[in-house]
C-alpha cells in the first residue's frame, strides 16, 4: 500500500507541475484605431482580448492590424515571444520587436513583462534601437527567467 500511496501523489506533483505553467498576453492600445492580433503558427489566438495558456507559449507574434499588415505582421512592427518557464539557467523567455523586412514601423509598439520581471522595449521610430534591423542584432531581445512570466503589449505610447 505504501508504494500505491507513493505512486499517487508523485503523479499528482507531476500534474499539477505540468499544470502548473501559465502565461497571459494583454494588450494595450492607445491609437484610437486598429486591432490587436496575436499569432501563433496559422492560429489567431487573440484580436485583442487577453490571452491566457496553461503552458509555454511558443513562437507566437503580436502586431496592430492597422489595415495594411499581413496575416505574419509584413509591413508592420511586429513583436515576437516565447513564453515558458526556465528548465535550465537561460533558457526561459524571451521577446523581441522586429522591423526586419518585410516588417516595417508602422506604429510605436512596445512590451513588459509582469508577474515576475519588469524588463522591456520600446520603439518609437523606424529607427530605434531597440528592435531586429537585420538578423544579427540579438542584444535586442529581453529575456525573462521568472516561471509564469506574463506580457504586456502596448502600442502607440
Known sequence: MPFLTTSLVLFAFAVSAVRGESHTVTFVNKC????PRLIQ??????T???H????????????????SCGFN??????????????????????TDITLIAPHKFSVTTG????????????CTSASCKTAFHVSTDTQVQVACQANNVN???TFCD
Not at 484610437?32 to 486591432?35: A, D, F, N, Q, S
Not at 512590451?111 to 520600446?122: E, I, L, R, V
Open 41 to 46: 503558427g496559422s492560429s489567431t489566438l487573440s
Open 111 to 122: 512590451f513588459k513583462y509582469t508577474n515576475g520581471c519588469s524588463t522591456g522595449a520600446d
Open 32 to 35: 484610437g484605431k486598429g486591432m
Open 52 to 67: 491566457t495558456v496553461n503552458g509555454p507559449l511558443i513562437g507566437a507574434i503580436a502586431y496592430l492590424q492597422t489595415g
Open 73 to 94: 505582421g509584413e509591413s508592420c512592427t511586429m513583436v515576437e515571444t516565447t513564453l515558458k518557464n526556465p528548465t535550465t539557467p537561460g533558457s526561459g523567455s524571451s
Open 151 to 153: 506580457l504586456e503589449i
Open 48 to 50: 485583442g482580448a487577453a
